[in-house]
């Protein structure tokens, strides 16, 4: 019987050949922490007793979701994160330098077939490099720390074969919400998803680590790709690290395969309070906005701020509503400065914060008001998500942002692209 | 293990994530699970610590603790001081993260159960009772793997007490605690 990638990702990390819905104790190949989880990976690790960190290598803290601390509780976590990741020689990256998901494969960390657990959900981004990457709890990662290995369920399948070519204006984000609203929050709850088709095939590999970001939002465990030309070429720039694809086999099995052709798509939105709660933009156009976010794991990279800029130069956001930009890591700063991206979106009236969440977790700056609708390139629009129960948090790509903050309301970014 | 007490349960059902149960607010900044455990559940219902008593379900409808992989969800819930919560279905890295520090998740059908029930729960021999409505709910059966951490007292003590994995699990790999 064929296998999935994940199966033989698993086989390869197990030492023998197992298949979906087994229990199996497995190496594992890097494994993460960020600030709001890394406090309780460090009490957990001690109190099982664990001394040294396996392999302080294939470990990577930062801190990135308070980042600068807003206080003296955070100062104090970020304090014994700092002092522990210097005492155990791990990879340390304080604040500023970025979002831990754009960290770890932007320097090079992870390859295509590796298996990586991280404290936080989002890990399952690095799906993008076919990886096998997911989210977990603080003591599921101390445990990784303390003994290099953690215990799995193997998951089953779901293919998602996206055929056709996204239209102008339309984007991996619309792509990514459309399968959310069509599933819905748990329709891949202990699920891999495997993204294919020639829609896929077509993205940068920026474009993918969007879609595979929010593989979580519909409760699966891996969202995971392919690897082709693009990927080795991504991966050979970042990392000096030898690997190689792992493809599913022909007679794969899998509990489900969903075609989509996404030719005809058009910008997508997810309404407050739920990532699957997603409609056409045309829907909810001329909604109010008064804060747009273009930034985090999911929409924080070089592109993001291309397809805003294009749409932002030479105009100006509208007075009384603001725009906040956070890019995904201290080098997408520098490149966005190179290539003046940061410099339209501020002509244009942004306000830039550090590499890092930004205001995307609510933990420090960018809180909307009580009754205020935000526009977030993000990937959760929960209730009180961005730090206030009272305000409404609407999804979209970074180019239906910047129409928002342009008019001051939700407006299609198609028309300033013609 | 038998645990007895109160179903709560909540205006919505479906969809309860992270961020509900305990919000980033608190969790980036309080370290002490007990102070966390004052404001659990408290975007959905902010009276929520005040109605609660020790002993009591968390009783929810489909896909219980979706969103974040904050271990301090469960925490909080753990030192609220709930027996254990019960939901139609759970996600999966809430799941993990619950047995890891043991507090005890149960899956059945959440409709058969009213705010105010009397529930009785037998996890070793999986049955539920709701002595308010006298009848026996089926539940779906724990893995072992949850098993034993339970009885271990979560996935700290289990790799204490081992010095490492000792699960029942299919590994070729020589598994030790690193010192
Ligand atoms: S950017 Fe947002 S979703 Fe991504 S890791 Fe940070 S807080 Fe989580």
Not at chain 1, 92 to 110: A, K, L, N, S, T
Not at chain 1, 119 to 140: E, F, R
Not at chain 2, 30 to 47: C, F, G, K, R
Not at chain 2, 128 to 157: C, F, H, R, S, Y
Request: hydrophobic share 40%; glycine share 10%.
């Amino acid at each position: 019987m064929g296998q999935t990638i994940i199966e033989k990702i698993f086989s390869r990390h197990v030492g023998k050949k197992v298949s979906a819905n087994e229990i199996v104790l497995a190496k594992i190949d890097f494994c993460l922490g960020q600030d709001g989880t890394s406090g309780i990976v460090i009490d957990s690790f001690k109190k099982m007793g664990a001394e040294k960190v396996f392999n302080p290598r294939q470990m990577a803290v930062i801190i990135d979701h308070s980042s600068p601390s807003p206080n003296e509780g955070v100062s104090r976590i970020h304090k014994k994160i700092r002092d522990f990741s210097l005492e155990q020689k791990i990879n340390f990256y304080d604040i500023g330098q970025g979002v831990c998901h754009q960290i770890v494969p932007e320097r090079g960390y992870v390859v295509p077939g590796d298996l990586v657990i991280g404290a936080d959900s989002h890990t399952c981004t690095y799906g993008a490099l076919n990886i096998a990457a997911t989210g977990m709890g603080s003591t599921d990662v101390a445990a990784c720390a303390a003994t290099g290995q953690n215990w799995f369920k193997v998951p089953a399948t779901i293919k998602f074969i996206c055929q056709g070519k996204l239209p102008l204006g339309v984007y991996s984000k619309d792509l990514i919400l459309y399968l959310i609203g069509q599933i819905g929050a748990d329709g891949a709850t202990y699920l891999s998803c495997e993204y294919t088709g020639q829609a896929i095939d077509a993205l940068s590999i920026e474009s993918r680590f969007t879609i595979a970001n929010m593989a979580i939002e519909m409760g699966a465990k891996f969202g995971i790709m392919n690897g082709d030309q693009k990927t080795l070429a991504w991966v050979k720039k970042h990392s000096s690290r030898k690997f190689k694809f792992v493809q599913a086999d022909q007679d794969a099995v899998y509990s489900k395969a969903l075609e989509f052709n996404i030719s005809q798509l058009t910008p997508q939105i997810a309404k407050p309070h739920q990532v699957d709660n997603v409609c056409p933009l045309s829907e909810v156009a001329g909604t109010p906005i008064a804060q747009g976010y273009i930034g985090t794991c999911t929409n924080g990279r070089l592109e993001d701020f291309a397809e805003a800029g294009k749409i932002l130069r030479g105009r100006k956001i509208k007075k009384g509503v603001r725009l906040i930009i956070a890019p995904a890591s201290n080098w997408i700063l520098k490149e966005a400065m190179k290539k003046g991206y940061i410099n339209i979106l501020l002509e244009a009236g942004a306000t830039l914060v550090t590499p890092g969440c930004g205001p995307c977790v609510g933990t420090h700056n960018g809180v909307p008001a009580d009754g205020e609708n935000v526009i977030s390139t993000a990937n959760r629009n929960f209730k009180g998500r961005m730090g206030n129960i009272n305000a409404f948090i609407y999804l979209g790509s970074p180019a239906t942002v910047a129409a928002a903050v342009i008019e001051g309301k939700i407006a299609d970014p198609r028309k300033y692209l013609k | 293990m038998l645990l007895t007490g109160k179903a709560r349960k909540f205006s919505q059902e479906d969809d309860i994530n992270t961020d509900y149960i305990i919000s980033g607010r608190y969790k980036f900044k309080i370290q002490d699970p007990q102070e966390l455990a004052t404001h659990v559940m408290e975007d959905l219902d902010p009276n929520f610590f005040q109605r609660r008593q020790d002993g009591d379900f968390l009783v929810a409808g489909r896909n219980f603790g979706c969103g974040s992989s904050r271990e301090q969800a469960p925490q909080a819930i753990k030192y609220a001081k709930i027996n254990a919560v019960m939901a139609k279905s759970f996600a999966r890295i809430f799941y993990r993260n619950a047995f890891n520090i043991g507090l005890p998740l149960i899956e059945c059908d959440t409709d058969q159960i009213r705010e105010n029930d009397e529930l009785s729960v037998d996890l070793a021999k999986g049955v539920v009772a709701n002595i308010t409505q006298n009848k026996n709910l089926a539940i779906k059966p724990l893995p072992q793997v949850m098993l034993t951490l339970l009885a271990d007292g979560g996935l700290v003590e289990h790799i204490r007490k081992h010095q490492g994995f000792a699960l029942e699990e299919k590994s070729n790999i020589k598994n030790q605690i690193s010192k």
